[in-house]
């Protein structure tokens, strides 16, 4: 990602990375959160 998106000045590419990145990571943190929900803990967040 950094050599495409910066060194050889493809922005779009760079972009579509992160953008995937913190979407796929956002899906992480809502399932660690329901899994904790399940286990009887609080998570990251309340209900």
């Known amino acids: 990602m950094w050599w495409n998106g910066v060194r050889n000045q ?3 590419y760079a972009a579509a990375a992160g953008l995937v990145k ?3 990571s956002i899906g992480l943190v809502l399932a660690a959160n329901k899994v904790a929900h399940l286990m009887g803990e609080q998570g990251v967040y309340k209900k």
């Open 22 to 24: 913190g979407v796929v």
């Open 10 to 12: 493809d922005f779009g």
